[in-house]
């Protein structure tokens, strides 16, 4: 059984017979249910067309002293899409015609018709309007995309010659709506005169169906003379021949582009991943099902390659990752160059668990363990990759990249090609640092820190040579607070710049205090630690003299300890600073020496005074023989070499009789001092009690050797 159609419809008829008989027509018509609503004037018909719509409107040619006509043109003008037919008691040329011209779907005699003729009408009627209808719905919905799109459009007629360019093809170039004409010339008169060639063979070459579509970036000119990288893309129209008549397509601005994805590899740029990041994150917040991850990749020692092999070698490396990352890919996954070797990627809709995060991981590694071939070198990279997850906690793109560049460096810290996804330990442990760095700040501000004095002392002859400077922080709320836990740190954020500041001049101050208390301990100086961030900055050597000069200590009283791992960090930039600072007059000596990789030929490059033997070496002397033999050689290496140097750590006597026996120069630990409090440290000066011009403390500065003389409770 089939479902007749209904259709509704106006008859504006003034004739009642008139309207019997449309009636009894409709009646006839076998597969359509008429709704008929008769009226018998134009007023009326205004009336009820201002409150519904019909399917079909059938119109009296004359109503009383009105011409159906007019009413008809209303409704045409109005932009109704109700189809009208005109119903005439006359059969001539002239109202077919006019009728036509208003806009009527039909005209119809009345005496002559019949049901099937009627029909026919309707039916045809109906079918035009709907159809005109939806193409003019569709012909909107291209006008509203074209509008809305950032795309300039073009549409080239190569019959004709003429090219319909839209307002934003225009606007790109800087032209109103009005402004070109539509020649072909408007455009290749503003491409960039080294790109026309190849813009011209990119044409042809698509018109001759040698290329499925057209795409091309070249410079084309703005108004205002200033070229703009574009990119247009086309696709070409054909004949049954195949012959092209028409080719169609669209202008991107790539100065946009350009602001949001990266040149090298084509891939979104950390700009666009951040805002994309944003919105997935929006998603996550309208539905807590939603999960996302963000996977953090840094490359392992990628430097190393850009050092070795060159620039050129490194982007066309970044240029093959990027590549075998993104076959990685699910569709709608993000991957992001971020900067330098970093990359990120982002994928949406994910389980609770981070299994596809972590298995992806996994995948990368695996793909990355072939080796890359540029330039024929054969190049093997791992990465690190850190894992996070939206939670409840982080919601928000700062704490997702932070977890992420949190378990980065976790996965570093691991070693090679690893990946390790953030968790609450690393929550918790993010906001301790958050914290730390808080109190930093305010531990900068407010003046929290002091210094202790462990004395150095002269092991051939057993009297105090100078201090070594240790930083304390005396926490409001906490006992006071050792350097390990806060000085990498304060490296990290950068806060070790105002506070090794801070150390050198107090140092600097408390020791030509000391000196102006005495002659006699003039001869003191004072060991100061730099850290690595501090090597490293310009400016060191300008902060060093300067704060010599406010303080009015001698340059040769201050001695600069810096880590063999500092130097080795630096290794470039390490000669000229560590020149520079030789040339002020300062001592340098090297820190935990033997712990690092560096070999003593290598800092003799270096204008190095003193090195300081690791307090690990020391402390082993008498338990592994080994050890012995490691100190015994530094010391007489070092002093081939024309060094002095420091025993660290050096906690028993028997440490201190070997150590004198290796001819070992200076010596610094618990059996002898620990660290000192300013007021101890100047009791220990004043107790000593004979100028310190090389002549004898007594002995050991403790009364019983075993047990430190100068216990701090600290
Ligand atoms: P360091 O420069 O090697 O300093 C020697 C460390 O060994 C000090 O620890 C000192 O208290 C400790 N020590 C001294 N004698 C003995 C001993 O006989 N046995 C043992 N086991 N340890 C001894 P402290 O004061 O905790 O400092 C630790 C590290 O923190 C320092 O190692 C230094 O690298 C760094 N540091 C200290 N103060 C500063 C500073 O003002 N600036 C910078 N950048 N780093 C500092
Ligand atoms: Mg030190
Ligand atoms: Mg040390």
């Known amino acids: 059984m089939t479902v007749k159609e209904s259709l509704t419809v106006l008859l504006v008829e003034d004739d009642e017979d008139d309207f019997v008989l449309v009636r009894d027509l409709l009646e006839d018509i076998q597969d359509t249910d008429f709704q008929l609503d008769w009226v018998s004037s134009t007023a009326e018909a205004r009336s009820v067309l201002q409150h519904r719509t019909y399917d079909l409107c059938l119109l009296d040619y004359h109503i009383g002293p009105n011409s159906g006509i007019e009413l008809l043109r209303d409704i045409v003008s109005q932009g109704d899409r109700m189809p009208a037919i005109l119903l005439t008691g006359q059969n001539d040329r002239q109202t077919d015609l006019m009728a036509m011209q208003v806009g009527a779907a039909d005209y119809l005699v009345k005496g002559t018709i019949d049901t099937a003729q009627l029909e026919r009408s309707i039916r045809y009627a109906v079918d035009r309007a709907r159809t005109s209808s939806a193409l003019k719905r569709s012909e909107e919905r291209y006008a509203l995309a074209a509008q809305g799109s950032h795309d300039g459009l073009w ?12 307002p934003r093809w225009k606007s790109i170039l800087g032209y109103g709506e009005t402004e070109l004409p539509d020649s072909p010339e408007a455009w290749f008169n503003h491409i960039h005169p080294e790109d026309c060639d190849r813009f011209q063979t990119a044409f042809e070459a698509h018109l001759r169906g040698q290329t499925p579509s057209l795409q091309i970036e070249y410079r084309i000119r703005h108004q205002s003379g200033t070229y703009t990288w574009c990119l247009s893309r086309g696709l070409a129209v054909r004949d049954a021949e195949g012959k092209a008549y028409r080719i169609a397509g669209s202008l991107t601005d790539l100065s946009r582009h350009r602001i949001l994805y990266d040149d090298l590899t084509g891939l979104p740029n950390r700009r666009l991943f951040l805002d994309q990041l944003d919105r997935a994150l ?78 992806l991981a996994n995948r990368i590694n695996q793909v990355l363990k072939q080796p890359f071939y540029i330039d024929r070198h054969p190049i093997y990279i791992n990465c690190s990759i850190g894992i996070a997850l939206n939670s409840p906690d982080s919601q928000d793109v700062e704490s997702l990249l932070r977890n992420a560049d949190t378990a980065m460096y ?38 929290q820190f002091y210094l202790l004095y462990q004395p150095i002392l002269n092991l051939s002859g057993n009297y105090v040579i100078g201090f070594e400077a240790l930083i304390r922080w005396q926490h409001p709320t906490r006992d006071s607070i050792a350097p390990l836990e806060f000085i990498s740190f304060a490296e990290e954020t950068g806060l070790i710049f105002p506070i090794g500041d801070w150390v050198l001049r107090e140092a600097c101050r408390q020791l030509r205090a000391w000196q102006q208390q005495s002659p006699a301990f003039e001869g003191l100086a004072i060991s100061v630690n730099v850290s690595r961030r501090q090597l490293s900055s310009p400016d060191l050597t300008e902060r060093v003299a300067s704060i010599l000069i406010q303080t009015g200590l001698p340059a040769h009283c201050l001695n600069l300890e810096i880590t063999e791992t500092a130097i080795a960090e630096n290794l470039d930039k390490a000669a000229a600073v560590l020149g520079q600072l030789k040339s002020l007059g300062v001592g340098l000596h090297i820190d935990d020496f033997g712990i690092g990789q560096s070999s003593l030929q290598c800092l003799h490059a270096f204008p190095i005074d003193t090195l300081k033997i690791d307090k690990s070496f020391v402390r082993q002397m008498g338990e592994r023989h080994g050890d012995n033999a490691i100190v015994q050689a530094i010391v007489t290496l070092a002093h081939s070499l024309g060094m002095e140097v420091l025993a660290e750590g050096v906690e028993t006597v028997e440490q201190r009789d070997r150590l004198q026996a290796f001819q070992c120069d200076l010596a610094q630990g618990y059996y002898f001092a620990r660290p000192l409090h300013v007021e101890e440290a100047c009791a220990l000066l004043a107790e000593s009690g004979r100028p310190f011009d090389g002549t004898l403390v007594d002995g050991c500065l403790s009364c019983d050797p075993t047990v430190p003389a100068y216990s701090v409770a600290s």
């Not at 549409?155 to 839209?166: F, K, P």
């Not at 996550?284 to 990628?302: E, G």
């Not at 330990?425 to 900068?444: K, V």
């Open 410 to 447: 976790r996965a570093k810290a691991l070693g090679k090609a690893q990946f390790v996804a953030f968790d609450r330990e690393m929550h918790l442990e993010a906001q301790h640092q958050l914290q730390l760095e808080t109190d930093l700040q305010q531990a900068i501000a407010c003046n």
């Open 155 to 166: 549409d080239w007629d190569l019959q004709a010659q003429t090219i319909y360019y839209s």
């Open 282 to 359: 929006d998603r996550t917040r309208q539905n807590p099902d939603y999960r996302l991850a963000l996977l953090f990749l840094d490359f392992d020692r990628f430097k190393l390659v850009n050092d070795s092999l060159g620039h050129w070698v490194g982007d066309q490396l970044l240029v093959a990752i990027s590549q075998r990352l993104e076959a990685l890919l699910r569709p709608g996954d993000i991957l992001a160059r971020m900067g330098g070797d970093e990359y990120a990627i982002l994928l949406e809709n994910i389980d609770r668990t981070p299994i596809a995060a972590t298995t």
